[in-house]
């Protein structure tokens, strides 16, 4: 097994990892509140509080319990080239999906970073000619976010870095989750912005608490099995469902 020790993680790696957390990324994550723009129309959520609370909670019953363990076993599947294995983990996401819009979502997200992976060139550290693009872009019926986002990580390593299920809490894949839920958290602050509406210092005020509890939220999600792995939020999917035929709405999803 790879340790700490012999896995250092690169200057090229981190950066790369601090881009995939851009807001600025061309994937589309600002099109969406993921069901908060839906909490406020129904008064769930007013306030600076109440959107705290209301990201707080998401982020560990939700994105911890999910997203987060997903990437964490993609990234090592795809250093090993275990197609099978990204294929379980990507049907997961899809199938564990609970309103068409959050599936459109993740696959819509998917297809986008697999397309920016393809096209980015210039001064990038990897190979934008790497077989796993296709196989990413291949899979049905879409990539979804965690497992391309785990492909995006993956071509930061060396070969062999991530060998085993195992090595899924190897220092770099830590820092992978770290830029996953920070550029996840940083997206729906802004929306919580957009849509209470909140101040600038209110966002401020709300990141922080997201980002004093993302610790806490990545080792939960490492510390699972594939049977603990959930995606169980029935609030959000009927928030999420009703979204869909909202009259107003500033957002995708």
Not at 70 to 77: D, T
Not at 128 to 139: G, P
Not at 183 to 188: I, S, V
Not at 207 to 227: E, K, Y
Request: charged fraction near 15%; glycine fraction near 6%.
């Amino acid at each position: 097994m790879i340790t700490e020790r012999s896995a250092p993680i690169t200057a090229a790696a981190r950066l790369q990892l601090m881009w995939l957390a851009s807001p600025a990324l061309p994937v589309g994550g600002f099109s969406y509140s993921e069901g908060l723009e839906a909490a406020i129309d129904a008064g769930l959520v007013g306030t600076e509080a109440q959107a705290q609370a209301w990201l707080v909670d998401q982020l560990h019953l939700a994105v911890a319990r999910s997203d987060l363990a997903v990437v964490a076993r993609a990234v090592a599947a795809w250093q090993r080239h275990d197609l099978m294995r990204v294929r379980e983990l990507n049907d997961w996401v899809i199938h564990t999906r609970e309103t068409s819009e959050l599936r459109l979502q993740t696959e819509q997200m998917g297809r986008s970073l697999v397309e920016w992976l393809r096209n980015r060139g210039g001064g990038a550290q990897v190979a934008t000619d790497d077989a796993r693009l296709s196989e990413c872009a291949a899979l049905a019926p879409a990539p979804t976010w965690p497992v391309a986002f785990a492909l995006a990580v993956a071509q930061c390593l060396p070969p062999g870095s991530v060998r085993s299920c195992a090595a899924s809490t190897a220092p770099i894949v830590r820092e992978a989750l770290l830029s996953f839920t920070f550029g996840w958290a940083e997206n729906m602050v802004q929306a919580a912005i957009k849509a209470v509406p909140l101040g600038q210092s209110a966002g401020q005020r709300i990141l922080q608490a997201l980002v004093d509890d993302i610790p806490q939220a990545i080792d939960t999600a490492l510390s699972l099995s594939d049977g603990q792995r959930q995606a169980f939020t029935p609030m959000l999917a009927i928030l999420s469902a009703q979204h869909e035929s909202q009259y107003s709405r500033l957002f995708r999803s």
